[in-house]
């Protein structure tokens, strides 16, 4: 690894990267910086997760001049919440040089973003929509723009905003440097490569740093309407230390998240028809460990960066490989292991062989565990917080009742009683999803009809409890020809953010 003071960065910078934590420059970095420094203009192919902010905010940060107040360097990124990141973290890296960076976004009122970009800032972060909403109002002038940066690329074509990119990168200067990032490059974004970039260098992450080798994938093949059970009993087995549950849409997101909540989990839900601030409100919570699972649509979660994800469920099979490994690269990061669970019906089978090609990587089938296997993980849970409340010994008065008790009843009858208490029966919460169409039937590689029968049938839950539990509990068994409908779900009953 290379450290960032080898990287000819001048001494103001190197002091807010050092108080930002950074020591040594990923390969992304390592490499944006080097070529960001000389000038040229740069195509950075890299997932969510690598550090390329930093990787293009230290040459951008870097070539602004504070004593000159018009904007020289404009970011535009696909979503309000990577905008808001990206500025967050271009103002920790310009801290020290004092460089003033406003983020524009919709959704968010356009008369205070007027009145913000009369203080006369350097960097402007932007969504395409609103960034064009602004030079139309000629209140966002970019004539002295020096530094362009296209982050998510093939995000912002996803989402349609291809012709809005093209007229902000013609009201730049030519003489402008640009730096393009896209975890893929499909023709539109190589065309607009070749338009507006001059002898562009490449700089790829290797693919073995692009893949997923750090995350465990499983499949569980399951009809619609018995997927949350199975997943409440996933939940319950594995117990994951933070958990994002992938949704196709925004009802399902909601509802999601209301039956995980009916459960006992601390579970919100974010999609695009929330207000700004209830969004950025999940996303706080979620970070700060006071909510177990975020339930999320693609758009929504695209480009937040979020640590400490030890599995991630897709209670939806997506429909674009690219999008299912973005997904998943929400956990297995900074070398730690991750856990990957994707439903999928019997006529999208052939999705998931499409998966397995482009991530190169089979899928091993993961058998749901019963409802008593489920309860078993719930008793468990139960008697950490049991013992975690002992421990902390601050009983008080409860101490008296228990010696009354004691001498009316047997200490182990007591316990039990207690532990039962704390094991929520799945039953006392029924919920109602509603059932979504599965995906167009697609064929490829194992899918061969109905039954999916060109896979492999073995293999069993292998999934780590998250570093929760670690005696007994469900280890997995072979699938057998016959199976019975699952029954029930799961309710934790507590999650650690319960306690206090």
Not at 244 to 269: M, P
Not at 337 to 356: C, D, N, W
């Amino acid at each position: 690894m290379v450290k960032f003071t080898e990287l000819n960065i001048s001494e103001t910078t190197l002091k807010s990267v050092r108080r930002m934590g950074f020591e040594e420059a990923t390969p992304i970095q390592e490499g944006t910086i080097r070529l960001g420094m000389e000038g040229k203009d740069i195509i950075g192919q890299a997932q969510t997760g690598t550090g390329k902010t930093t990787a293009f905010g230290i040459p951008l940060i870097e070539k602004i001049d504070t004593r000159d107040g018009n904007v020289q360097g404009l970011v535009i990124a696909p979503t309000r919440e990577l905008a808001i990141q990206v500025s967050e973290e271009l103002y920790n890296l310009g801290k020290d040089k004092n460089v003033r960076i406003l983020s524009v976004f919709g959704g968010q009122e356009i008369g205070r973003q007027i009145r913000a970009l009369k203080n006369r800032p350097q960097i402007i972060v932007g969504t395409p929509g609103r960034l064009l909403d602004h030079i139309n109002r000629r209140t966002l002038k970019l004539e002295n723009v020096n530094t362009l940066v296209l982050d998510e690329a093939d995000e912002m074509l996803n989402m349609g905003f291809i012709e809005d990119i093209q007229s902000i990168m013609s009201n730049v200067p030519e003489t402008r440097q640009t730096l393009l990032f896209s975890a893929t490059m499909p023709d539109p974004i190589r065309r607009i490569a070749e338009k507006f970039m001059k002898t562009p260098e490449i700089v790829k992450i290797k693919s073995k740093e692009m893949t997923v080798e750090n995350i465990e994938q499983f499949f569980v093949k399951s009809v619609e309407r018995e997927k949350f059970d199975i997943l409440s009993r996933l939940l319950n087995v594995q117990q994951p230390e933070l958990a994002i549950v992938f949704g196709r849409t925004k009802r399902r997101v909601d509802e999601l998240a209301h039956a995980l909540n009916l459960r006992g989990y601390l579970a919100e839900g974010i999609h695009g028809d929330l207000s700004q601030a209830k969004r950025m409100s999940v996303l706080k919570q979620f970070k700060a460990n006071k909510i177990d699972i975020l339930v999320a649509t693609d758009v929504a979660a695209r480009g937040l960066d979020i640590s400490g994800v030890s599995h991630v469920y897709n209670f939806d099979i997506p429909q674009d490989p690219e999008s299912y490994v973005h997904r998943i690269g929400r956990t297995g990061r900074a070398g730690k292991k991750g856990v990957a669970v994707t439903f999928v019906t019997p006529r999208e089978m052939g999705y998931l062989s499409i998966v397995e090609r482009t991530t190169k990587k089979k899928m091993e089938a993961l058998i749901p565990p019963t409802a008593d296997e489920a309860v078993i993980g719930l008793q468990r849970v139960a008697v950490e917080q049991l013992e975690t409340m002992t421990e902390k010994n601050n009983l008080g008065s409860y101490r008296e009742l228990a010696t009354e008790m004691l001498e009316k009843h047997d200490a182990v009858d007591l316990i039990a009683a207690a532990l039962k208490t704390l094991t929520k029966d799945p039953e006392d919460a029924p919920v109602q999803i509603t059932e979504e169409r599965p995906l167009p039937s697609r064929g490829g590689g194992g899918y061969k009809g109905k039954g999916g029968g060109g896979r492999s049938s073995g293999g069993g839950y292998k999934g780590k409890g998250g570093g929760r539990s670690s005696g007994g509990g469900y280890k997995g068994r072979r699938e057998s020809s016959s199976s019975s409908r699952p029954s029930g779900g799961g309710r934790p009953g507590r999650t650690r953010r319960h306690e206090s």
